[in-house]
């Protein structure tokens, strides 16, 4: 049997790539701006995301209440709006509480802005790991379950 290079199917995969990356980096860059400048205008945000990917910090109860996505909203108040290269944190009022929150860019899944009818929708990334961090999880549930207490020594290089 003969391969081939199924160079249309591989082009349009990148380009998926590529826009996702693009129009996440626009995101990053429209917080940026939002946590110097504030928001312009009748400008607000809506901000879905996973709230089970890996790197998200939020409330336990607010995890218990949006156990797989959650929709923010920055429009009056926020506070502590920080942007790092992979993610940015945020201090949102939930019933007059205030209550800080991680967001990797990686977990957003839609990003709206109603007052300019502008939105995108985001492909979620799967949360990678490498095979040693697999053998660390099996390993630890293995003996999770015979009850035992896991010694730190069992996972280091010899």
């Known amino acids: 049997m003969t ?8 082009m349009q995969s990148e380009m998926n790539a590529l826009m996702q990356v693009a129009m996440k980096n626009m995101v990053k860059s429209l917080l940026e701006e939002v946590a110097v400048d504030g928001l312009p205008g009748a400008h607000h945000f809506f901000i879905t995301f996973k709230t089970s990917h890996a790197g998200v910090d939020l409330a336990p109860w607010l995890k218990d209440k949006f156990p797989d996505e959650m929709t923010i909203v920055m429009q009056e108040w926020f506070d502590n709006l920080a942007i790092m290269a992979d993610r940015f944190t945020i201090t949102l009022n939930f019933n007059n509480t205030p209550e800080p929150m991680v967001i990797p860019f990686d977990a957003i899944t839609a990003f709206a802005d109603p007052s300019a009818e502008f939105g995108l929708r985001f492909d979620t990334m799967p949360t990678k790991t490498t095979p040693a961090e697999t053998q ?8 999770a379950k015979e009850g035992d207490v896991v010694s730190l020594d069992t996972f280091r290089k010899k």
């Open 136 to 143: 660390i999880d099996v390993a630890v549930e293995e003996i």
């Open 3 to 10: 391969k081939t290079i199924d160079y249309k199917q591989r």
